[in-house]
Nanobody, 113 residues
């Protein structure tokens, strides 16, 4: 059974940092393209950043220069380092295998002004 489990969310003040992690199990993690999505309160889910199986990365415009996506295939783990957080980054953050459409249950990030 495939599982994706996010962790690392929390509450921070604007300008602060958080590091999210997503651990996969029941899957050959290294062959999958992965991504972080977020869903702000009352809004649609949106793509934040993606990383291919080969390590190529892409970012949404509003997180470029602030967020860094990475992966460690030996640990079946994907990370999202979030710096210079803004109140508009407040959302539930989800990890996903983009080429298999598996989702985690999410972790909440709240940024106060």
């Amino acid at each position: 059974q495939v599982r994706l489990v996010e962790s690392g969310g929390g509450s921070v003040q604007a300008g602060g940092s958080l590091r999210l992690s997503c651990v996969g199990s029941g899957m050959n993690f290294k062959i999958y393209d992965m991504a972080w999505y977020r869903q702000p309160p009352g809004k649609e889910r949106e793509l934040v950043a993606s990383i291919s199986s080969s390590g190529s990365t892409q970012y949404a415009d509003d997180v470029k220069g602030r967020f860094t996506i990475s992966r460690n295939n030996a640990w079946n783990r994907m990370n999202l380092q979030m710096n210079s957080l803004k109140p508009e980054d407040t959302a539930t953050y989800f990890c996903r295998t983009t080429n298999a459409n598996w989702w985690g249950r999410g972790t909440q990030v709240t940024v106060s002004s």
